[in-house]
């Protein structure tokens, strides 16, 4: 619940989750927002990383994860991710996207 499977399964419940930020520096307009954008685990340390002020061209080259911090704060546009691997088959090594 609310969800349908469980980890380790393509259903909506292995591979989706609900999350929430906050901080008191988040502008207050974004205050109670939704958004339902796809965000992949290995976003998450880019993102933070322009958060804190700390990036720049040479961390991106060298992570997996996309910056969605403008994402996070509204901009819709800037919600770049539009595919998000949900399981690789090491059997016949195939991937489902």
Do not use: M
């Given at each position: 619940?609310?969800?349908?499977?469980?980890?380790?399964?393509?259903?909506?419940?292995?591979?989706?989750?609900?999350?929430?930020?906050?901080?008191?520096?988040?502008?207050?307009?974004?205050?109670?927002?939704?958004?339902?954008?796809?965000?992949?685990?290995?976003?998450?340390?880019?993102?933070?990383?322009?958060?804190?002020?700390?990036?720049?061209?040479?961390?991106q080259s060298s992570?997996?994860?996309?910056?969605?911090?403008?994402?996070?704060?509204?901009?819709?546009?800037?919600?770049?991710?539009?595919?998000?691997?949900?399981?690789?088959?090491?059997?016949?090594?195939?991937?489902?996207?």
């Amino acid at each position: 619940w609310p969800f349908r499977g469980q980890k380790h399964e393509v259903y909506e419940g292995g591979v989706r989750s609900a999350a929430f930020v906050y901080s008191p520096l988040l502008p207050a307009d974004t205050a109670g927002t939704t958004v339902d954008s796809l965000f992949h685990i290995t976003d998450w340390l880019p993102t933070l990383l322009h958060a804190a002020g700390i990036g720049g061209s040479h961390f991106q080259s060298s992570l997996d994860g996309q910056d969605l911090w403008e994402c996070l704060l509204g901009h819709r546009d800037r919600c770049t991710r539009q595919e998000v691997l949900l399981n690789f088959n090491t059997v016949c090594d195939e991937g489902v996207l």
